[in-house]
């Protein structure tokens, strides 16, 4: 049950953060499209959630959004994606793809490409829509140390109906590997920003 609540409480705070991210306030203020990233954190064995948020600036329609995140995975390893409600409203399709490899360091990483586009042979009216738009899921390992591993974030777009390029502002999050018996620390994005 305290389970059940701890996770409803962070989709509520996913959810609002990025009603509050894609704002028509927030919106204005900002010059490029951004993706950001949600951080997270988790003991070994248990795995986290790393929201994506999307924001289009204001009067574009962005047609394909390509994201590529890299991050260091001895410890952490990419499990799924699922779409976030944008993309279900928007009828967004998210694709993934997940390359493994090593670093100038020798450590093994991971690469994920996702593709946020639409299927239909004719465009649709509206671009990708702004907020919540995907989950993606990373497992700890079982005997992680604690650790800060980065993801790292770029991205690309074009406009819906051109594929003319759109310059886009990727965020970056980090997901914290807390000691084992630890406790997650789930802060409310509106009152932290």
């Not at 701890?6 to 203020?29: C, D, E, K, N, T």
């Not at 990483?109 to 919540?132: M, N």
Request: charged share 20%; hydrophobic share 40%.
């Amino acid at each position: 049950m305290v389970l059940f609540i701890r996770r409803s409480f962070a989709m509520a705070v996913l959810i609002l953060g990025g009603w509050w991210l894609s704002s028509p306030a927030m919106a204005q203020q900002q010059a490029a499209t951004r993706v950001t990233l949600g951080s997270s954190s988790g003991t070994p064995g248990t795995s986290v959630v790393v929201p994506i948020y999307f924001t289009p600036v204001e009067g574009s329609e962005v047609g394909r959004l390509k994201m590529t995140i890299d991050f260091v995975s001895k410890n952490l390893k990419y499990s799924k994606l699922d779409p976030g409600i944008a993309a279900e409203m928007g009828k967004v399709d998210l694709n993934t793809e997940a390359k493994e490899g090593k670093n100038d360091q020798d450590l093994e990483t991971t690469t994920l490409t996702v593709i946020a586009s639409f299927l239909t042979p004719t465009p649709p009216d509206k671009g990708i829509p702004s907020g919540l738009l995907g989950y993606l899921t990373l497992k700890i390992n079982d005997d992680a140390r604690t650790a800060n591993i980065k993801l790292n974030t770029t991205a690309e777009a074009a406009e819906l109906k051109t594929n003319k390029s759109i310059d886009v502002q990727a965020t970056s999050a980090t997901v914290e590997v807390l000691a084992p018996g630890s406790e997650p620390l789930v802060t409310c994005f509106i009152f932290t920003h």
